[in-house]
């Protein structure tokens, strides 16, 4: 989790880590940009343990921030590392560091911030939690590390620890039990979908994590939600903006396929002769709607297309009126600007102009039960009801309260925030 020092925990970081948090998934903080002026250190811890209900133990500690950024100390090693924005490059074993005991420390970062700091590491070894590695693994504690990204301050320490913290990859969930990192038959799922990463081929890559077996480049595997055999081509392994073919990976790894169009978020890829699909992955409930419709209705199959794979890639929900076709959709969206992306991406990429009318409604809930008489649902008047294209059937708010009041309207029906698949 990288929060902004200067902004702490922002809209999309609360939303993201709540859900972490929710599954019990081990988070990293990495508190950036210390070479700018920062919030005060204990209200920026103050603000993540409230926000997002976890304790935080910081592995390092700032001495000041932005001009005055005068470096971290490591509450482990006991010693101060020494940053300089003139040299970009770690600092790890550099000569710029300093034992805490060392005399001439005090000239290095100034009187001042000597003794601020010596009163916050006295405090903080009386009033944070301790590192405790079952906790942090139990997603209940969360290490804190500080630096400057932009200047590689602080970043190997972080990738250090995080090795040693982390833990190896886990068997995941499937429809026919736990699949072990350890079989023998290759499996991964796909987790992100990118269109048009290069623009001259009009290229998709599609992300995916391998849970078990070994990958080999070209192989063929089965894809279980098209229901066929594919050849897993041109596979890359991305580090920034460095791209570079892989022969191999294993559980753990991260690989970008060439996606001719077939893949969406949470399928399954697989080699073993048993057939199974892993969990899904949840999405995040939208709270911005919108009804979409292009604009020439010729162009009804781009315009189909063009919002299905944008939806496939998950940078937007899509839903319809119960009952009706893919002319018009509403548009579920978490940030507003993933509306203005949306109406970019159809002109440019698919040639399309579309009309967008904003729609009232902030909350949305699927029906757990999906065979429920959608008729005999009583609702609110700020209540509308819509299915997602599999025909799960949905509810869309205006206010938070009617969610309440439209269960408490319903004997046995169950709302849920997330949809699984
Ligand atoms: N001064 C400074 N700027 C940074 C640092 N890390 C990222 N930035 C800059 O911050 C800008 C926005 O990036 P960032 O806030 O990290 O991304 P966001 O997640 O989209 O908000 C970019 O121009 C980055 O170059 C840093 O450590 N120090
Ligand atoms: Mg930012």
């Not at 301790?130 to 209940?140: C, H």
Request: glycine letters at 6%; a negative charge.
């Amino acid at each position: 989790m990288v929060i902004d020092g200067s902004k702490g925990v922002e809209a999309q970081t609360r939303k993201l880590f709540k859900v972490c948090v929710m599954r019990h998934i081990p988070i990293f903080t990495f508190i950036n940009k210390m070479d700018r002026e920062a919030r005060d250190t204990f209200s920026l811890l103050d603000e993540i343990e409230n926000e997002l209900g976890i304790a935080t133990c910081p592995v390092n500690w700032p001495i000041g921030s932005g001009k005055n950024f005068k470096g971290v100390y490591d509450r482990n090693t006991k010693k101060v590392m020494i940053f300089s924005d003139t040299q970009k490059g770690t600092r790890e074993g550099s000569e710029d560091e300093y034992d805490i005991d060392d005399p001439s420390i005090k000239d290095v970062i100034g009187q001042e911030n000597y003794d601020k700091l010596m009163e916050e590491i006295e405090l903080l070894d009386g009033a944070s939690a301790e590192f405790n590695q079952d906790e942090v693994t139990a997603g209940n504690l969360s290490p804190v590390f500080f630096g400057s990204a932009l200047t590689n301050f602080g970043v190997e320490t972080f990738l250090k620890h995080f090795l040693k913290m982390t833990y190896s990859p886990l068997p995941r969930r499937a429809d026919i039990g736990e699949i072990s990192p350890f079989s023998d038959d290759f499996s991964a799922f796909v987790f992100k979908i990118q269109a048009n990463m290069n623009k001259a081929h009009r290229d998709r890559i599609a992300f995916m994590r391998i849970v078990s077996g070994k990958f080999t480049a070209g192989m063929e595997v089965f894809h279980v939600q098209g229901n066929k055999a594919v050849k897993l081509s041109q596979p890359q392994q991305m580090m920034a903006e460095e791209r570079k073919m892989v022969d191999e990976a294993y559980a753990g790894d991260i690989i970008g396929i060439f996606d001719p169009g077939i893949y969406s978020i949470g399928d399954t890829i697989t080699s073993s002769k048993e057939k199974f699909a892993f969990e899904g992955i949840p999405t995040f409930a939208p709270e911005h709607f919108a009804r979409v419709r292009q604009v020439d209705t010729m162009k009804r199959k781009q315009f189909a297309k063009g919002i299905s794979q944008i939806a496939q890639e998950g940078a937007i929900q899509i839903f319809q009126d119960i009952n009706s076709g893919l002319e018009e959709i509403i548009v579920g969206v978490v940030g507003v600007l993933q509306f203005d992306v949306l109406k970019y991406r159809l002109e440019s990429e698919y040639n399309v102009e579309i009309i967008m009318e904003n729609l009232p409604y902030e909350y949305i809930r699927w029906i757990k039960d999906r065979s429920t008489d959608m008729d005999k649902v009583v609702g609110t008047s700020d209540m509308k009801k819509i299915q997602d294209l599999k025909g799960n059937p949905l509810l869309l708010f205006v206010h938070e309260w009617s969610i309440k009041m439209t269960l408490d309207r319903n004997k046995n029906l169950e709302l849920l925030e997330f949809n699984k698949d």
